[in-house]
């Protein structure tokens, strides 16, 4: 699994951001609602915190406004003072099929509950009121069984579907959440590992492979695909559709945008970019209430899209500021 960055924005103007590293799990930037929530300090928590790993892959604020935190130890709820394991009972007992939880994706139909999508252990499904927790698994001999244990992405479509992205296969529940409808290369997709999923407006599922873009009309099971030729690199790491109806993709190679009936996908350059230089994985995109677009890169920081200027800002790590 891939680490990325992941940028999101609470009630209260406070960042959060998760970072991969030896020595920092993840950061909270506090900032100054005077000066646009943009600038102010970065908090680092890490194991000395109680953290249960470094590798951050995924955040999420649960129903009652607490930051849920998915790492390669596990799953913790931070209130704002002490971190609480998730993934284990007091006792120590495991309540997760794997420690490796690499996504999560609070339910609109349901925010009380939070889908949990872990490396190895299947999907999971935890009431975070009640505490309780349902499980999906790979079964080699259940055909309608989840195609895979290593969870990519997760989304509840605004038809009501549950959709399972994994590192085989695409996966939609089935409305009595007893097994799977499976999508994979023999239905026309352009690789079987599905990096990310989205939604644009006419219901129509976008999907970043391991090798290229396709889109799925769910309704009439039609799937379009890209070649890796269109984005200059094969492996589409994630997607949004934004609220303008254009769609960000971030592969390996760089940062593209697909405008809405057209069949263009032109690359967006960073910031500092020079011709002929090494071009840097995106491994997250994220628009925030304010139109504004977060940019998780593999090594140039975070980037922040700001329409108004058109422009990029970044926030980079610097060895000499704790």
Known sequence: MLIHSREMLDSSATAWRSSPGALIGFLVL???PALGGLDGEWRHLDLDDGLAHTSVYDLALDSRGFLLIASEGGLQRWDGYELTPLHRDPDGTRRLLSDNVGHLYRDPAEPRRIWIGTWGGGLSRLDIVTGE???WVH??????????DRIQGILRDSGGRLWVATYRGLNRMTDDGAGFRRYSVADGLPHDRIWTLDEDRRGRLWLGTGDGLARLAPDIGEIREWDSGVLGH???RHLQVLSTGEVWIGTRGGLHRHLPGTESFPRIPFPSERPGERRQSVNFIREDAEGRVWIGTHRNGLLLWRPESRDFRAFRHRADDA
């Open 30 to 32: 506090v900032a100054s």
């Open 133 to 135: 927790l349902r499980s």
């Open 234 to 236: 094969p492996e589409v």
């Open 139 to 148: 079964d080699p001999g259940d055909e309608t069984s989840l195609s895979d």
